[in-house]
């Protein structure tokens, strides 16, 4: 069995920590580098239930997309959600590792996974990387449809393939304008509307798509027609893919790992109301 100080090697090459924002925090949170390392469980978000799942089912590796400390922090006391997690993962020998935004934009990177898994062809990068000189990493996909289908067709194409949460699909647009190109981006997009405007699209996919920004995006100039996910369910594609990539790695090495991916949805809305629109006067 590999070392987790072999593994995370393999990882980092993957998702190189120094392509990452500054702002972000990647890498890895806890782990003795000399521990080994048989089996791995790759998730969107590290909380509690990943934690307890990672346990559960023997991992001594997590890999998640969102880090566990993106704001930093001055304790891991127990007391707290977050050191609860650092906590249940030390003392059951459990390594924590994250990547974020060098996940993101790599090749393949979040947003491949997305358009995988809509069954969307990429011809390239949204907002490409100028350190990449072949001109495929960078944030977000723009994507072509083997057939046209319309905007309320593609919403559902949506709908069925991601993974289901509370949120459902929402979309904005004429909902009979056909689709031939779409732009997506795993995780909130509503700062690529200036991108997306200028790729020239018929759609855009991606998740978090705010009142004011889209109101205010709209009004400015038309943009292409809109479809709003989940966040957890635009990126949880990530997992599948990244947890391929490393078995392929495993493979290679001669390694064994066994490798898994999560299916606990963390999306932390839980439930879906909707009430027939009453008037125009409805109340703010």
């Not at 304790?75 to 459990?94: C, E, P, Q, S, Y």
């Not at 490409?128 to 905007?151: A, K, Y």
């Not at 593609?154 to 509370?166: G, N, S, V």
């Not at 997306?196 to 996919?205: H, I, K």
Request: aromatic fraction near 6%; hydrophobic fraction near 45%; charge should be negative.
């Amino acid at each position: 069995m590999p070392r987790l100080s072999e593994v995370i090697a393999a990882l980092d090459a993957l998702w190189p920590p120094e392509r990452a924002e500054s702002w972000d925090a990647v890498g890895t949170v806890c782990g003795d580098p000399d521990t080994a390392v048989n089996r791995v469980l790759f998730a969107v978000d590290p909380v509690q239930e990943i934690a307890d799942e990672a346990v559960k089912l023997g991992a001594d590796l997590v890999v998640t997309h969102h880090p566990l400390y993106l704001r930093g922090t001055t304790t891991v006391a127990a007391g707290h959600f977050k050191g609860r997690v650092v906590h249940t993962l030390i003392k059951n020998d459990v390594a924590l590792h994250v990547a974020h935004t060098n996940a993101d934009t790599a090749d393949p990177g979040v947003s491949d996974a997305l358009a995988l898994a809509l069954d969307l062809r990429v011809t390239g990068p949204l907002v490409p990387d100028p350190g990449d000189p072949h001109g495929r990493r960078g944030l977000g996909r723009i994507c072509e449809l083997d057939v046209p289908e319309t905007v309320r067709e593609f919403a559902a194409r949506a709908a069925k393939r991601l993974p289901a949460t509370a949120q459902g699909i929402r979309f904005a647009g004429d909902p009979d304008a056909l689709v031939r190109t779409v732009a997506v981006s795993g995780g909130s997009g509503d700062g690529l509307f200036e991108q997306v405007r200028a790729a020239g699209v018929d759609a855009f996919l991606t998740a978090d798509l705010r009142h004011h920004p889209v109101s205010e995006a709209r009004e400015h100039a038309p943009l292409p027609a809109l479809v709003d996910a989940a966040h957890w369910a635009t990126e949880w594609p990530w997992c599948e893919q990244a947890a391929a990539q490393l078995d392929r790695i495993s493979d290679r090495e001669g390694w064994n790992l066994r490798v898994h991916v999560s299916k606990t949805v963390t999306d932390p809305w839980t439930s879906h109301l909707s009430a027939p629109f009453s008037s125009p006067g409805a109340p703010n």
